[in-house]
């Protein structure tokens, strides 16, 4: 486990991550298969490429799903992730390293909860970020303990 990030540890300009991910074609038939997502171009590269895909893509909610891990991680036992959205704007393929990164842009106090908002995406190898979000993340107070 992860050494717990406090709220007075962080400023705005602090990094989150990174957290490398390196999907594989057996990662998306396992989660095709948990999330009910079996659209053929997250596992047939025949049917992809007819569809004009350089090969078979990441589901754009695995991505989602790796970002939430990472918005997690930061969080820690002790804190939780308030809000989280992401868009995609590129595609990913498996047998491709990705990499999960983030900065926070805000500090604040939230309905009593200390806070901070992170511009958090996920990049491919050339560094392009293929998948722009962001999360609210709830950290516990050093002075509440």
Same mark, same amino acid.
């Given at each position: ?15 989150? #991550? %990174?957290?490398?991910? /390196? ?5 998306? !038939? ?20 007819? /569809?004009?895909? %350089?090969? !078979? ?6 991505? /989602? ?5 990472? +918005?997690?991680?930061? +969080? ?9 959205? !992401? ?24 309905? #009593?909860?200390?806070? !901070? ?6 990049? /491919? +190898? ?20």
């Amino acid at each position: 486990m992860a050494k717990q990030i406090y709220y007075e540890d962080v400023e705005v300009g602090s990094e989150i #991550g %990174p957290l490398e991910k /390196n999907p594989t074609t057996q990662q998306l !038939v396992k989660y095709a298969g948990a999330s009910g997502d079996f659209y053929q171009i997250h596992y047939d590269k025949d049917f992809a490429l007819a /569809n004009k895909l %350089p090969g !078979v893509i990441l589901h754009g909610a695995l991505k /989602n799903a790796f970002l939430a891990q990472l +918005a997690t991680d930061f +969080a820690g036992e002790h804190g939780w992730v308030r809000k989280l959205g !992401v868009q995609y704007r590129g595609m990913d393929q498996p047998g491709t390293k990705v990499i999960c990164r983030g900065k926070i842009t805000k500090k604040y106090t939230d309905a #009593g909860h200390p806070a !901070v908002d992170c511009e958090i995406w996920l990049e /491919n +190898a050339k560094g392009e970020k293929t998948t722009p979000g962001t999360a609210t993340i709830y950290l516990p107070s050093r002075a509440a303990h």
